[in-house]
Structure formats: C-alpha cells, structure tokens
C-alpha cells in the first residue's frame, strides 16, 4: 500500500507527512525498487535516469548533476550510454537502485533482492547524498 501497488481497503498512512491516499503527492516523497528490475531494454542508464528525474519534478543543472553524482557513485558512468537490455544481471539492480534515488527522495522501498546489494554495496557510498547539489531546496517542498 505505501509504495502505491495496492490501495488500502480502509484507514491511512503517512508518507513523510502526506497521506497515501493522495498518491501523486505521496509517490513523490518516495524511491521504489521492487523485487524485479524496472528498466526498459531500449532506454541507456542516462535516458532512465533522465526520464524518471524529470517526472520527479527535476530539471536543467540541477537534473544533470544528480545523473552525474548517480552513475559515478553506482558504477556505471561507463554505462550510462549502453541500452540496458546489455546490462549485467547486477548493473540492472545498480540502475534500478538509481532510479529510486533519483530525486533524493526521503523514503526508499527495496524489494528483497536488494537488500543484501544495499548492505554490501550501496550503504557504503551513502555519504554522497551529503554532496551539495542534494542540500539544496528539496523538490517535495516546492
């Protein structure tokens, strides 16, 4: 229910302050990686990641550097111009992690495969969200 894949049948919950029920608003203050990789086999990391951050209200330098700041920190600058159809099993699951976070949303969901890659790969570059293009004004507030 919170990530939006089912409604509930009776009372509410919160995400970051806003109601599930308002799911446009309440589906902008979260990044979902389901248990399945979400990527199209025709698109390049950078054509997702460009597609999802401007669907999260993102634009211009501002869009640009969290692409940027994403590939580098997942590992997949070299990538980022590949169709994702050619991606390792495992650079698929680094892509849909990136797409969760593109935005700096304040709530992530990762579905089960992606906890272990969380703990083992991802917890250790959490510093880059520290980076200053992630302090600016946040999206959610506009």
Not at 5 to 10: I, L, Q
Not at 81 to 87: C, F, K, L, Q, S
């Amino acid at each position: 229910m919170l990530t939006g894949d089912t409604h509930p049948s009776a009372g509410n919950a919160f995400i970051y302050g806003v109601s599930i029920k308002n799911q446009i608003e309440a589906r902008r203050r979260i990044g979902y990686c389901p248990q399945f990789d979400t990527v199209f086999d025709l698109l390049t990391a950078y054509e997702h990641l460009k597609f999802y951050g401007t669907v999260k209200g993102l634009r211009g330098k501002e869009l640009e550097d969290q692409i940027r700041v994403l590939l580098k920190a997942l590992s997949l600058s070299k990538y980022k111009n590949r169709r994702a159809g050619t991606y390792s099993g495992g650079n698929k699951r680094k892509l849909s992690v990136a797409i969760a976070m593109i935005g700096n949303p304040p709530v992530v969901f990762l579905g089960m495969q992606f906890i272990s890659f969380f703990f083992f790969f991802f917890l250790p570059i959490l510093h880059i969200f520290n980076l200053d293009i992630f302090k600016k004004k946040k999206w959610w507030t506009q």
